[in-house]
């Protein structure tokens, strides 16, 4: 498969420079997901990929060679759309097999390849139905066949999943992420949905306001966040930022915030060395603050709650820490009542650190 490559991708409309300078390589075979709230510049990218947008400046490499002035057909790409893009008035068959037709392709080498990709998405049953007669899952599946027919060597897909309900997004999500193990492509795809960035990519790239803010596996960008917009931007529910100051006391180096005060270990220490500031953004994922009443005062924070949100076997807390919300993750059996003030211990490993200045993290 080809390696995909963006070098000082630049996008203007008029004056107004929406895409700036992006650099960006693709592995053989990769599944990229481009993540960012609406407006980040994440479909614009896909598009000028895709060739449906033209190109400000710099240039797309596919395999080596530079693509940017090429049309849409040129560039060996196959596009999901969001709105599916179905003919209403052809069945899933005709619509799967549109290109295959436009480029007069043998009837048996046609029909072979439907079927193989019916069988693949579940949709066997489905293809003499037209778009009317499916639901939202199904004609979605439909679009995604009609990509795989054209056994392109790379698949771009814009926002699949955001027109569908909660279940079957989820139950889509699923699906790709089967479909990606069957086949061995290049795929690019768009999303506002963190979960779906987290779940599907081999790697993330999290981009706000046009430029590229970090890129790297999931578990990569979950763990070490570059800076406190990519930290707050991946998980659910998101990050805490707690303002604090490092102060001396005694023969201990403490962290001190509204409602608590942390004594930090060797390692802490060290990281904090490195702050620019003795006054920081401190990030703690609601995952890893743990109920605790008997924990020491040095390394706990104390909550007041505000609501208690019941998800199943989970609860999310929220919280007023000092006048700043918290969010807490918690079994949902744990003695909870609106009001009440609740201690966490916080693991120091755990703990994120950001300058206030520009949001970068610290060590």
Same mark, same amino acid.
Request: hydrophobic content about 40%; glycine content about 8%; overall charge neutral.
């Given at each position: 498969?080809?390696?995909?490559?963006?070098?000082?991708?630049?996008?203007?409309?008029?004056?107004?420079?929406?895409?700036?300078?992006?650099?960006?390589?693709?592995?053989?075979?990769?599944?990229?997901?481009?993540?960012?709230?609406?407006?980040?510049?994440?479909?614009?990218?896909?598009?000028?990929?895709?060739?449906?947008?033209?190109?400000?400046?710099?240039? /797309?490499? /596919?395999?080596?060679?530079?693509?940017?002035?090429?049309?849409? *057909?040129?560039?060996?790409?196959?596009?999901?759309?969001?709105?599916?893009?179905?003919?209403?008035?052809?069945?899933?068959?005709?619509?799967?097999?549109?290109?295959?037709?436009?480029?007069?392709?043998?009837?048996?080498?046609?029909?072979?390849?439907?079927?193989?990709?019916?069988?693949?998405?579940?949709?066997?049953?489905?293809?003499?139905?037209? %778009?009317?007669?499916?639901?939202?899952?199904?004609?979605?599946?439909?679009?995604?066949?009609?990509?795989?027919?054209?056994?392109?060597?790379?698949?771009?897909?814009?926002?699949?999943?955001?027109?569908?309900?909660?279940?079957?997004?989820?139950?889509?999500?699923?699906?790709?992420?089967?479909?990606?193990?069957?086949?061995?492509?290049?795929? =690019?795809?768009?999303?506002?949905?963190?979960?779906?960035?987290?779940?599907?990519?081999?790697? =993330?790239?999290?981009?706000?306001? $046009?430029?590229?803010?970090?890129?790297?596996?999931?578990?990569?960008?979950?763990?070490? %966040?570059?800076?406190?917009?990519?930290?707050?931007?991946?998980?659910?529910?998101?990050?805490?930022?707690?303002?604090?100051? /490092?102060?001396?006391?005694?023969?201990?180096?403490?962290?001190?915030?509204?409602?608590? *005060?942390?004594?930090?270990?060797?390692?802490?220490?060290?990281?904090?060395?490195?702050? *620019?500031?003795?006054?920081?953004?401190? $990030?703690?994922?609601?995952?890893?603050?743990?109920?605790?009443?008997?924990?020491?005062?040095?390394?706990?924070?104390?909550?007041?709650?505000?609501?208690?949100?019941?998800?199943?076997?989970?609860?999310?807390? =929220?919280?007023?820490?000092?006048?700043?919300?918290?969010?807490?993750?918690?079994?949902?059996?744990?003695?909870?009542?609106?009001?009440?003030?609740?201690?966490?211990?916080?693991?120091?490993?755990?703990?994120?650190?950001?300058?206030?200045?520009?949001?970068?993290?610290?060590?």
């Amino acid at each position: 498969m080809p390696k995909i490559k963006l070098e000082n991708l630049t996008k203007r409309y008029g004056k107004v420079e929406v895409l700036h300078s992006i650099n960006l390589e693709m592995e053989d075979a990769e599944f990229t997901v481009l993540v960012g709230p609406s407006g980040c510049g994440k479909s614009t990218t896909l598009r000028m990929i895709a060739g449906l947008e033209s190109v400000s400046e710099g240039e /797309i490499y /596919i395999d080596g060679r530079a693509v940017s002035r090429l049309e849409p *057909k040129e560039r060996d790409l196959a596009m999901v759309f969001q709105d599916y893009a179905l003919y209403p008035h052809m069945n899933v068959a005709k619509n799967m097999s549109f290109a295959l037709r436009l480029q007069k392709r043998p009837k048996k080498e046609i029909d072979q390849k439907i079927g193989d990709v019916a069988e693949m998405l579940g949709l066997t049953d489905y293809l003499h139905r037209k %778009p009317a007669e499916l639901s939202g899952g199904q004609r979605q599946r439909v679009a995604m066949g009609r990509a795989l027919t054209r056994d392109s060597s790379t698949f771009l897909f814009d926002e699949p999943l955001s027109n569908l309900d909660a279940k079957l997004r989820t139950q889509m999500r699923a699906e790709l992420a089967t479909l990606r193990q069957r086949v061995h492509k290049n795929m =690019i795809y768009v999303t506002h949905d963190q979960i779906e960035a987290m779940t599907l990519a081999d790697r =993330i790239v999290v981009m706000h306001a $046009g430029k590229i803010q970090q890129q790297g596996t999931p578990e990569a960008l979950f763990k070490k %966040p570059i800076n406190k917009f990519v930290a707050g931007f991946l998980g659910t529910p998101p990050m805490n930022f707690l303002q604090a100051s /490092i102060e001396q006391e005694g023969d201990g180096t403490y962290l001190t915030g509204q409602n608590f *005060k942390i004594r930090c270990d060797e390692p802490t220490m060290q990281r904090l060395n490195k702050a *620019k500031s003795s006054t920081l953004d401190l $990030g703690i994922r609601p995952s890893d603050l743990l109920y605790d009443p008997a924990a020491p005062v040095e390394s706990a924070i104390e909550v007041d709650v505000v609501v208690s949100e019941y998800v199943g076997a989970q609860s999310v807390l =929220i919280g007023d820490c000092g006048g700043e919300k918290v969010m807490v993750e918690l079994k949902s059996d744990t003695p909870v009542k609106l009001g009440e003030k609740l201690k966490f211990k916080v693991d120091l490993a755990e703990l994120h650190f950001f300058d206030m200045s520009d949001g970068q993290s610290i060590g």
